[in-house]
């Protein structure tokens, strides 16, 4: 065989072995003829198709998370004084609060590929477009909030709401995208201000652990007038209980009085008005016998007045 046909049969068939491509089981590939998108998606597998440069193949892989991150770095530390810095490094991530203060904050985006014709074809680099979309939305959302919103009061609210915004802004420029989580992972202020910072953050800590205290002396304070009025609340219900005793007592005693006097003048012994004088003297001594033991045995006149002491007299002669 010509060893020269030979040369150029290797030449080809190494030329047409460059259309064998290979999709992973986690990877779809778009294939462009003569820069043209097929319709379909490549699954897994060995496939062929035409050799390079007539055929493209991009791969994508649906199941991966990607990060893009804005911002600088934990490493990386800010430092308004250094002027020599280039602005893309020590610029790239201040923003302005609602209230005029700057801070410096790490935005970082985790998304997936979620429709490959739109991720590839749409835009001419994506995840570029995806990173400048975030830098926007972060600005207009950071530009209406106060920086102690952002710094550290509201960080939660306010990923919730980048990862809401920034996932419909994707949709709504079909970058084929599906934004999954939208973390702040570093606030915090410029160096020149850093401990005015610190000391709002310590006097915040101080206000937090005052209401706490405050908060613990009122439930105690409310505990204690709680148990009191419970014991004034016994002690008055059972004194009410015991005066209703007595009342009760006292009134049986009055209505057995009663059926005396009618007993009484139903036995024609004594008339109704002589039963209810004798009824009144007997009274008038038991309440002497209650009375007068608690009398002083001086007794003092005022005057040339005239004193009834028939009480006393009786009280002398009773003893």
């Not at 004194?239 to 024609?268: P, Y």
Request: charged share 25%; proline share 3%.
């Amino acid at each position: 065989m010509n060893p020269l046909r030979f040369f150029v049969a290797f030449l080809f068939l190494s030329y047409a072995a460059t259309g064998i491509y290979v999709v992973k089981g986690n990877e779809q590939a778009l294939i462009r003829w003569f820069g043209k998108a097929r319709p379909q998606l490549a699954g897994s597998g060995l496939r062929y198709a035409l050799p390079w440069p007539m055929c493209r193949v991009n791969r994508v892989n649906l199941n991966e998370t990607r990060t893009i991150t804005i911002g600088l770095g934990d490493a990386d530390e800010v430092d308004d004084s250094d002027f020599l810095k280039a602005p893309a490094s020590s610029r790239q991530s201040e923003y302005l609060t609602g209230d005029k203060n700057i801070l410096h904050l790490q935005i970082s985006v985790q998304f997936r590929i979620e429709d490959a014709r739109r991720f590839l074809l749409e835009q001419e680099n994506p995840e570029r477009h995806l990173r400048f979309l975030t830098q926007s939305l972060v600005a207009d959302a950071i530009s209406r909030s106060g920086v102690d919103y952002v710094h550290p009061l509201g960080l939660t609210a306010l990923r919730q709401l980048l990862t809401q915004e920034i996932r419909a802004a994707c949709n709504l420029q079909n970058l084929g995208v599906y934004i999954e989580d939208v973390t702040l992972a570093d606030v915090r202020p410029p160096v020149s201000v850093k401990q005015a910072f610190l000391d709002v953050s310590n006097a915040r800590a101080e206000k937090e652990r005052l209401l706490s205290e405050a908060q613990t002396n009122s439930e105690r304070l409310v505990a204690q007038a709680s148990a009191q009025a419970s014991q004034l609340q016994d002690r008055a219900e059972t004194h009410q209980a015991q005066q209703l005793s007595l009342a009760s007592a006292d009134a049986s005693r009055f209505n057995a009085l009663i059926d005396q006097f009618q007993a009484g003048t139903k036995s024609r012994a004594f008339s109704y008005q002589q039963t209810k004088d004798l009824a009144r003297q007997r009274l008038y001594w038991t309440m002497l016998e209650t009375v007068l033991p608690k009398l002083s045995r001086n007794v003092y006149l005022d005057g040339d007045k005239s004193v009834d002491l028939t009480i006393q007299r009786d009280r002398k002669r009773s003893e």
